[in-house]
């Protein structure tokens, strides 16, 4: 059985948890091998646009959805 993820810290996330994912080469080389018909610079780029680009909007769900409990943990 798989447990429901809210991605809240305090909840199931702790502050040492990671905002925005890195990407490693593998991720892009796997990526482009599996997604792109001509490898080329161009399609290199564009792959790690998208990639980037999916990684900040995961960063921005999370960071939206945990502020006032940054805010909270921030107060002195």
Same mark, same amino acid.
């Given at each position: 059985?798989?447990?429901?993820?809210?991605?809240k810290l305090g909840r199931d996330l702790i502050e040492?948890?990671?905002?925005?994912?890195?990407?490693?080469?593998?991720?892009?080389?796997?990526?482009?091998?599996?997604? *792109?018909? =001509?490898?080329? /610079?161009?399609?290199? %780029?564009?792959?790690?646009?998208e990639m980037l680009l999916h990684n900040l909007q995961?960063?921005?769900?999370?960071? *939206?959805? =945990?502020?006032? /409990?940054?805010?909270? %943990?921030?107060?002195?």
């Open positions: 059985m798989l447990m429901n993820r809210e991605y040492k948890d990671s905002l925005l994912d890195g990407f490693t080469f593998e991720d892009v080389i796997e990526a482009v091998r599996c997604n *792109e018909p =001509n490898v080329n /610079e161009s399609t290199v %780029r564009k792959t790690v646009l995961n960063f921005n769900e999370l960071f *939206e959805s =945990n502020m006032q /409990e940054i805010i909270r %943990r921030a107060m002195p």
